[in-house]
T-cell receptor
Framework: GAGVSQSPSNKVTEKGKDVELRCDPI?????LYWYRQSLGQGLEFLIY????????KSGLPSDRFSAERTGGSVSTLTIQRTQQEDSAVYLC??????????????FGPGTRLTVL | GDSVTQMEGPVTLSEEAFLTINCTYT??????LFWYVQYPGEGLQLLLK?????DKGSNKGFEATYRKETTSFHLEKGSVQVSDSAVYFC???????????????FGKGTLLTVNP
């Protein structure tokens, strides 16, 4: 079956511009996650969705970052007024249930964001 | 808080050599443990997992045993191939942490290069 997909695969933007990153989870997965992978920080959790609500946004690094999920499916991560330190690979993952430690997260290929 | 420590790379081996990548963890609850692999130019893939003490996860010739007494989850393979060249990430999903048992905490990754 289809895995997690993300678009675009690469995004180059200028400092100060807004960007939107999209994630399509595996069909039927109720939980969706965003992570960020950067050279200095490794893999960091950003936000978790259960259905359309986000009970944990604790990993979002600043109020320039926001995310939403609609229809219990597609999610969009928006970064406003991008800064060079936002350059990273943004990974989306989904899992069947969420909330339980045995649930397995399946990752998309990521969006590589470069802020010039 | 939770943390994962894995051996620093890079690790360079010859084909058919034995592989061990060490991983230890700190968790407040009773975590599930995972190994993810990232092949060049690709996204994170689940390699194997174990959800309780003494469980052994295995896949593609790789194995790891959940050792609660030593808080470890070392990855092993008896005979590596060139195609195993990738970055390997150890991760945990905790059962405690205020109910945030969905969040994956990752180690920094170990780059493995296998030469023919």
């Amino acid at each position: 079956g289809a895995g997690v997909s993300q678009s675009p695969s690469n995004k180059v933007t200028e400092k100060g511009k807004d960007v939107e990153l999209r994630c399509d989870p595996i069909s039927g997965h109720t939980a969706l996650y965003w992570y960020r992978q950067s050279l200095g920080q490794g893999l960091e959790f950003l936000i978790y969705f259960q259905g359309n609500s986000a009970p944990d946004k604790s990993g979002l690094p600043s109020d320039r970052f926001s995310a939403e999920r609609t229809g219990g499916s597609v999610s969009t991560l928006t970064i406003q007024r991008t800064q060079q330190e936002d350059s990273a690979v943004y990974l989306c993952a989904s899992s069947l249930l969420g909330r339980i430690r045995t649930d397995t997260q399946y990752f998309g290929p990521g969006t590589r964001l470069t802020v010039l | 808080g939770d943390s994962v420590t894995q051996m620093e790379g890079p690790v360079t081996l010859s084909e058919e050599a034995f592989l061990t990548i060490n991983c230890t963890y700190t968790a407040t609850g009773y975590p599930s443990l995972f190994w993810y692999v990232q092949y060049p130019g690709e996204g994170l893939q689940l390699l194997l997992k174990a959800t309780k003490a003494d469980d052994k996860g295995s896949n593609k010739g790789f194995e790891a045993t959940y050792r609660k007494e030593t808080t470890s989850f070392h990855l092993e393979k008896g005979s590596v191939q060139v195609s195993d060249s990738a970055v390997y990430f150890c991760a945990l999903s905790d059962s405690n942490s205020g109910g945030s048992n969905y969040k994956l905490t990752f180690g920094k990754g170990t780059l493995l290069t296998v030469n023919p």
